[in-house]
């Protein structure tokens, strides 16, 4: 039973670049979130996607988008990169309908220099 | 007040001990609560779900006060792989029902 995967695994960018993230959620799994984990922080909530919509949008501009495809995995967008956008990116799925569990990727460890 | 607020330690405990971790939340309409741990530079992984009436798998007991909105794990006879940090988690109610809120974690270091 595959888990959730993300690729990649590291990336390095430039300030005022575009990063893009991807996400395959586990199996039988139909919705997506992203969170954004500085060091030393808990997870930060960035969105939500399921049925190929973001539902639900935590404190972060716009310059974080996403997008869900037909098999439910997804990608996180992120344009105009800052220092501070330096972190850990995590994707969670979960099934609707579930009792609330989400289960976590390995996440993207971006460095914006 | 921050929505999930949780001591960030660093817990130092010897082998076989007794730990207890506690976290409060401020949205008292939160519905579902977690205890997540996470490994030094990996993803979270759901340890427990705590439940009203408390519940217990194995070394670790969870349990929530809803009045005092308070939630805490208890970890008895302490193994080295333990050592992680245990994030307490919320999840919301209503419109924010699909979003998890962290707190920060608690460190815990289990010395033999």
């Known amino acids: 039973d595959a888990g959730v995967t993300q690729s990649p695994t590291h990336l390095i960018k430039t300030r005022g670049q575009q990063v893009t993230l991807r996400c395959s959620p586990k199996?039988?799994?139909?919705?997506v979130s992203w969170y954004q984990q500085a060091l030393g922080q808990g997870p930060q909530f960035i969105f939500q996607?399921?049925?190929?919509?973001?539902?639900q949008r935590g404190n972060f501009p716009d310059r974080f988008s996403g997008h869900q495809f037909p098999n439910y995995s997804s990608e996180l967008n992120v344009n105009a990169l800052l220092l501070g956008d330096s972190a850990l990116y995590l994707c969670?799925?979960?099934?609707?309908?579930?009792?609330?569990?989400?289960?976590f990727g390995p996440g993207t460890r971006l460095t914006v220099t | 007040r921050k929505e999930v607020e949780q001591d960030p330690g660093p817990f130092n405990v010897p082998e076989g001990a007794t730990v207890a971790f506690n976290c409060t939340y401020s949205n008292s309409a939160s519905q579902s609560f977690f205890w997540y741990r996470q490994d030094c530079r990996k993803e979270p992984k759901l340890l427990m779900s705590?439940?009203?009436s408390g519940n217990e798998d194995g070394r670790f007991t969870a349990q929530l006060n809803r009045a005092s909105q308070y939630i805490s794990l208890l970890i008895r006879d302490s193994k080295l792989s333990d050592s992680a940090t245990y994030l307490c988690v919320v999840l919301g109610s209503g419109a924010g029902s699909y979003q998890l809120t962290f707190g920060k974690g608690t460190k815990l270091s289990v010395i033999p």
């Open positions: 996607y399921y049925e190929e919509e973001e539902r």
């Open positions: 199996s039988g799994h139909d919705t």
């Open positions: 705590v439940y009203s």
């Open positions: 969670a799925s979960r099934a609707r309908g579930d009792g609330g569990e989400q289960y």
